[in-house]
Antibody
Framework: EVQLVESGGGLVQPGRSLRLSCAASGFTFDDYAMHWVRQAPGKGLEWVSGISWNSATIDYADSVKGRFTISRDNAKKSLYLKMNSLRVEDSALYFC?????????????WGKGTMVTVSS | QSALTQPASVSGSPGQSITISCTGTSSDVGSYNLVSWYQQHPGKVPKLMIYEGRKRPSGVSNRFSGSKSGNTASLTISGLQAEDEADYYCCSYAGNILYVFGTGTKVTVL
């Protein structure tokens, strides 16, 4: 069974850092691009960042560019999101999502998410 | 990177058909045949309903169909059922490895 399990969320003060992880199983991880998508409470979905299968292509939403860093470790079948200089508006449920190819086509499998709350 | 524009809400009676629009720009929806649609019930993970504009994943009812014209994509739900009541989001590839989501539409079955 294809599965994505996020971890690393929690309560953090504004300006601090947090690192999210996503453990993949049930598929050949290094064959697929991966993404982070977030959803603030009661709000819509927002694509945050994506990374190609070999980490050669990376992009970010304007709202997190310069503060967040996406990375992956294909040997560990894991995806990461390092979040620096966190803001209250970064509070959201963060989903890890699998793409359907080495480059982007669409996201077909999602994890259940890990909650990040930024508050003093 | 502006969100794609969707109506905030659409409603219909059981058995009716409804259509949700998703308007983007020539940099996203208009440039690629890579629009996907997701259904999200409260407290649940988004579920892929349509990909590449009009294709349905295995297991998704053929009551769901997608189309695109210019910078606007659409999702049509035919034979509306109570279980279709949910939030729906369009999503378009926008170049490099970037996606943009729609603002979301709440579907209500009257």
């Amino acid at each position: 069974e294809v599965q994505l399990v996020e971890s690393g969320g929690g309560l953090v003060q504004p300006g601090r850092s947090l690192r999210l992880s996503c453990a993949a199983s049930g598929f050949t991880f290094d064959d697929y691009a991966m993404h982070w998508v977030r959803q603030a409470p009661g709000k819509g979905l927002e694509w945050v960042s994506g990374i190609s299968w070999n980490s050669a292509t990376i992009d970010y939403a304007d709202s997190v560019k310069g503060r967040f860093t996406i990375s992956r470790d294909n040997a560990k079948k894991s995806l990461y999101l390092k979040m620096n200089s966190l803001r209250v508006e970064d509070s959201a449920l963060y989903f890890c999502a699998k793409d359907t190819g080495r480059l982007p086509y669409y996201m077909d499998v999602w994890g259940k998410g890990t909650m990040v709350t930024v508050s003093s | 990177q502006s969100a794609l524009t969707q109506p905030a809400s659409v409603s219909g009676s059981p058995g009716q058909s409804i259509t949700i629009s998703c308007t983007g720009t020539s940099s996203d929806v208009g440039s690629y045949n890579l629009v996907s649609w997701y259904q999200q019930h409260p407290g649940k993970v988004p579920k892929l309903m349509i990909y590449e504009g009009r294709k349905r994943p295995s297991g998704v009812s053929n009551r769901f169909s997608g189309s695109k014209s210019g910078n606007t994509a659409s999702l049509t739900i035919s034979g509306l059922q109570a279980e279709d009541e949910a939030d729906y989001y369009c999503c378009s590839y926008a170049g490099n490895i970037l996606y943009v989501f729609g603002t979301g539409t709440k579907v209500t079955v009257l």
